[in-house]
């Protein structure tokens, strides 16, 4: 960690973070207004959090993320553009989403490049599974949407069976498969490393129906 990042997590820790209070979050109260909540789940280094709040200032952002460095960087570049609509919660997002957010609350949950755990017998630490899923449907909003991108092809074939299982949820793509890059999404410097490694990124994206 950086000299930066850790002072950023002290001084604007108060400004942008949020602790735990032992209760689900009231997110009007949170950020003082009622629009469209969209969780980033494990942002990194908060590139792509910082440039979608900015895109999108009519909508609140909330980042959960467990790397402190990352979270570091984030908290600088929030005050470097001077972004308001984003909170950051560390923590491991299972907890959180079991705990501190309301069932259907969300517009978005977004998870971008997930840790593949590419080795068959650590495929149980994934986070996309059947029962983290079934929190993220029940905190979507109906007509909310769950978007996930990876470059690792055995991942997203396992999280496109997942989400197809799921009768609460609707695939994007009318052929039921994959979908193109939406203009939302940001190019991070990890996805841009993978293509120039010649990998390929497949975007998942369903709709809460029922």
Known sequence: MTKAQARALVELWPEYGLDEGGDVLDLKKVYGREVPTIVEIGFGNGSALVSMAADNPQCNFLGIEVYRPGIGSALLKLKQYGITNVRVIMNDAIPVMQEWIGKECLSKILIFFPDPWPKKR?????????????????????????????????????????????????????????????????????????????????????????
């Open 122 to 210: 650590h495929h149980k630490r994934r986070l996309l599974q059947t029962p983290f899923l079934n929190t993220a449907v029940e905190r979507l909003k109906l007509g909310g949407h769950i978007h996930v991108a990876t470059d690792w092809e055995d991942y997203a074939l396992s999280i496109l069976d997942l989400f197809q299982r799921e009768p609460r949820l609707r695939n994007l793509d009318i052929r039921n498969r994959f979908v193109s890059r939406p203009d939302y999404r940001p190019q991070t410097k990890y996805e841009q490393r993978g293509l120039g490694y010649g990998h390929t990124v497949w975007d998942v994206i369903f709709e809460r129906t029922s």
